[in-house]
C-alpha cells in the first residue's frame, strides 16, 4: 500500500557530507510527521531528526547544528542535509513516515534503510 525509500547513503570522510532522500509512494492520503532514524551496530535504533505536517522540526542533540531535516509535500519526499559528518555518525539511516492510507487513522511506515559510513 505505502512504500518508503531511501537513497543517498553512502561512505563519506570526516567532515564531509551527505544529503539523504525518502520518497514515499502508494494509496498516500495524508502524510503527518516523517523523520529520520539511525541504527548503528550493537546499539538501539534513535531518533535523528522529525519534522511535522506544519514544518516544525526537532533534532536529536548530537545532530543540531549540523543535520537540517526538510520535506517537499507535493512530491511526498523529505530530506536530511548532514554536514560535518562525524565517525559516530555511521549507522543505517531510517526513514519513517505517519501516513494515513485512504483517509484512515494513520499508521507507521518505514523504509528500509540506507547505510551511512563516516571513515577515512
Known amino acids: 500500500q505505502v512504500q518508503l525509500v531511501e537513497s543517498g547513503g553512502g561512505l563519506v570522510q570526516p567532515g564531509g557530507s551527505l544529503r539523504l532522500s525518502c520518497g514515499a509512494s502508494g494509496s498516500i492520503f495524508l502524510i503527518y510527521a516523517m523523520g529520520w532514524y539511525r541504527q548503528a551496530p550493537g546499539k538501539q535504533r534513535e531518533m535523528v531528526a522529525t519534522i511535522s505536517l506544519a514544518g516544525g522540526t526537532n533534532y536529536a542533540d548530537s545532530v543540531k547544528g549540523r543535520f537540517t531535516i526538510s520535506r517537499d509535500r507535493a512530491k511526498n519526499t523529505m530530506y536530511l542535509q548532514m554536514n560535518s559528518l562525524k565517525p559516530e555518525d555511521t549507522a543505517v539511516y531510517y526513514c519513517?513516515?505517519?501516513?494515513?492510507?485512504?483517509?484512515?487513522?494513520?499508521?507507521?511506515?518505514w523504509g528500509q534503510g540506507t547505510q551511512v559510513t563516516v571513515s577515512s
Open positions: 519513517n513516515g505517519r501516513i494515513s492510507v485512504g483517509g484512515t487513522k494513520a499508521d507507521d511506515y
